[in-house]
Structures are given as C-alpha cells and as structure tokens.
C-alpha cells in the first residue's frame, strides 16, 4: 500500500471515528436537555443514556486509535516536526483532553451538570472542526482563544436553553418536588 493510500485511510478512520463520536454526543445532549425540561428521567431513560454514553466511550477509544494511526503516518513521513510544529494537532490533542477530563469529571460528579454539558457538546464540535480543517496558518495561542470563544458562545446558548426549558417547571412538578418521583408518579 503506497502512502498516499496510508494517509487516506487514516483520514477517513479520523473522520468516520470524530463523526461517530460528535452524533453520539449530540444525541446525548439532545436526551439531556429533554430530561431538564420534564425534571427527571424515567428507567428507560436511564438505561437508553447508558448505551449511549457506552457507544460514546468506544468512539472515544476509536478517536485515540485514529490519533495514534495519524501521529504513526506522519512519524514516518515528517519524523517529529508534525508533533512539534503543528498547531492543529496540539489544538486537537488540547480539546480531547478536555473531552476526557470532562466525561471522568461528569461520571464522577465532579463537575457542574451545567459546565459539563457544555464542555462536552462544544469540545466535540470544536474537535470535529479541528479533525477535518487542514490547515489554519494560526499559532497555537490563536486557535486556544477561539476555543474559548467557542466554549463561551456554546455556555450562553445552552445555558439560555436550559432557563427556558426550566422556566415553568417549579409549576410542573411542585416546588421542592422530585421530577423523577412526579414523572413515576404520573406515569
């Protein structure tokens, strides 16, 4: 196989493993913001987000094979002046890391279930971005702040989206109520 074939090949498992993994993470987010508005979540519910966050985790492990198979490519085409001088590449390294940081964080309930959604929609889309644009000409500071940029604009819209879906649930469900026990409850 000529190397042509090689870094195709990477590229297409990149963007089929990236393309996986931002579905998956939508669809998580979707299902999210649904169980907000009605104030809990039902088994199935429960069960169904499970087998998403699973298929997530093996896109996760899929994206860190197509990594790998890209830094191996241009290891032996470019040595190291690909892992050193490649603002993208340092962009998606930094984004995924936030992406892992972010799911532990998450699983543990570490993090705020208002930052974590955030982190984890817009760090996808960002590195979806980043895994299919070849070149920018930026510097690594550059690319750093528009992920900031990004991440903010990302908070203040579904921040505005998660107020408007809670806006009438104390109304719903009953001031100091459990959603989960209503929706049970009701069902």
Known sequence: MSEIELYYL???????????CLGVSTIAMTNYFYVV??????????????????????????????ELTTLVYYYHIDNFIYWTDNPEFLMRITIFSVIVINAFAMQF?????????????????????????????????????????????MFVMLSSLRFYLTRNQANRIGVGASGSANVTATS
Do not use: C, D
Not at 10 to 20: D, E, K, M, S, W
């Open 109 to 153: 309930r570490k993090i705020s279930m208002w930052l974590g959604p955030v982190l984890a929609g817009g760090s996808w889309y960002a590195y979806f971005f980043f895994s299919v644009w070849i070149e920018t000409e930026s510097t690594y500071g550059t690319l750093f702040l528009g992920y900031v940029a990004w991440l903010t604009v």
């Open 10 to 20: 990477a590229q297409l498992f990149r963007t089929y493993t990236v393309g996986l």
């Open 37 to 66: 508005s009605r104030g809990g979540t039902e088994p199935a519910e429960n069960r169904m987000m499970h087998i998403v966050y699973t298929i997530l985790r093996i896109g996760m492990a899929l994206v860190v094979a197509s």
